[in-house]
């Protein structure tokens, strides 16, 4: 089984920047894929970013503005120029080498104008 431990988020204004980390951890199985969906009242959860051993990808047109990177099994949402339409609870996942994916408890990240 993964554990997942987020921290990160909060409220800042238009055009800032916030970071949100990830840390996984597991036993008996290793860490394959990490990344975060993010999801706003009354809409679908959607992919924000994702990044694996060799490769990583982002939702929609958030490269640019969002980075996403790794050091071992943490992973890093780096997220600027922010607009309030990326208000939204961001939750990370994490995908193992086996069994099922695994999704942290979620972050707010509310952006003002």
């Known amino acids: 089984q993964v554990q997942l431990a987020e921290s990160g988020g909060g409220l800042v204004q238009a055009g800032g920047s916030l970071r949100l980390a990830c840390s996984a951890s597991a036993t008996t199985v290793s860490i394959h894929t990490i990344g975060w969906f993010r999801q706003a009242p009354g809409n679908q959860r959607d992919l924000v970013a994702w990044?694996?051993?060799?490769s990583s990808g982002y939702g929609g047109s958030l490269k640019g503005r969002f980075a996403i990177s790794r050091e071992n099994d943490t992973a890093y949402l780096q997220m600027n120029s922010l607009e309030p339409e990326d208000t939204a609870v961001y939750y990370c996942?994490?995908?193992?080498?086996?069994?099922?994916?695994?999704w942290g408890q979620g972050t707010q990240v509310t952006v003002s104008s």
């Open positions: 996942y994490a995908d193992p080498s086996r069994g099922p994916r695994s």
């Open positions: 990044i694996a051993p060799s």
